[in-house]
């Protein structure tokens, strides 16, 4: 299911680019090569930049998202490998499970979860109650506020469940199940929502009209 996720995700943003490229007549320039494309995909997409130099409040909004997002997917994701791979009684399983390991995975857990949650509550609440407009794009975006949303609580309970339980009792693994799935659903839904043009933006500076 997540080799599917990522596969529409390409293909939706991929679908997006080309779109976007065609309506402004543009093609496809090498200037940069592949180092000029890692440098925009560092700077721009993943630390956002471009958002920095136009609001401070959109680039953290935007970063706590992604930043979020992507820290739980992480988090959910080994947490989900050493569930289903690694034995429980094997050094690796006692050192997450029992040990100094179990801490790690408390704090990245929670610092991410945090991140996830807070982004979208300032996104509505700047939008709608101090009326700024440049995070109109993702506080309009409502199924996108509800799968982040969805995605930090599901984390959160899971989390309680792991301290409570253990990370592979009945009741954690089908949390985390439903968690990954919403996930997934998110990965599937970047390229049609309105987060996706400040994934976009950046790549413009790789084309030139034609």
Same mark, same amino acid.
């Given at each position: $299911?997540?080799?599917?996720?990522?596969?529409? &995700?390409?293909?939706?943003?991929? &679908?997006?680019? *080309?779109?976007?490229?065609?309506?402004?007549?543009?093609?496809?320039?090498?200037?940069?090569?592949?180092?000029?494309?890692?440098?925009?995909? &560092?700077?721009? !997409?993943?630390?956002?930049? +471009?958002?920095? =130099?136009?609001?401070?409040?959109?680039?953290?909004? *935007?970063?706590? #998202?992604?930043?979020?997002?992507?820290?739980?997917?992480?988090?959910?994701?080994?947490?989900?490998?050493?569930?289903?791979?690694?034995?429980?009684?094997?050094?690796?399983?006692?050192?997450?499970?029992?040990?100094?390991?179990?801490?790690?995975? @408390?704090?990245?857990? @929670?610092?991410?979860?945090?991140?996830?949650?807070?982004?979208? #509550? #300032?996104?509505?609440?700047?939008?709608?109650?101090?009326?700024? $407009?440049?995070?109109? @794009?993702?506080?309009? @975006? *409502?199924?996108?506020?509800?799968?982040?949303?969805?995605?930090? !609580?599901?984390?959160?309970?899971?989390?309680?469940?792991? !301290?409570?339980?253990?990370?592979?009792?009945?009741? *954690?693994?089908?949390? $985390?199940?439903? +968690?990954?799935?919403?996930?997934?659903?998110?990965?599937?839904?970047?390229? &049609?929502?309105?987060?996706? =043009?400040?994934?976009?933006?950046?790549?413009?500076?790789?084309?030139?009209?034609?």
């Amino acid at each position: $299911m997540s080799a599917i996720a990522v596969i529409i &995700f390409l293909i939706g943003t991929l &679908f997006k680019i *080309y779109r976007w490229k065609k309506k402004q007549n543009l093609q496809f320039s090498s200037k940069g090569g592949f180092v000029g494309f890692v440098k925009v995909i &560092f700077s721009q !997409v993943l630390f956002q930049l +471009h958002l920095l =130099r136009q609001s401070v409040l959109q680039w953290v909004t *935007y970063i706590l #998202i992604l930043w979020g997002f992507l820290g739980l997917l992480a988090h959910t994701s080994f947490l989900a490998f050493l569930s289903y791979f690694v034995p429980l009684a094997s050094p690796v399983s006692e050192f997450f499970y029992q040990g100094k390991g179990k801490i790690l995975l @408390d704090v990245w857990g @929670d610092i991410w979860g945090i991140a996830l949650l807070v982004g979208p #509550i #300032i996104a509505i609440i700047a939008r709608y109650v101090f009326k700024r $407009m440049e995070l109109n @794009d993702i506080a309009r @975006d *409502y199924f996108a506020i509800i799968l982040l949303l969805a995605i930090s !609580v599901t984390g959160f309970i899971g989390e309680i469940i792991r !301290v409570k339980e253990t990370a592979v009792s009945p009741n *954690y693994i089908g949390l $985390m199940r439903n +968690h990954l799935t919403i996930s997934l659903l998110f990965i599937i839904y970047i390229p &049609f929502s309105k987060l996706c =043009r400040s994934f976009i933006k950046p790549i413009e500076q790789f084309f030139v009209s034609s």
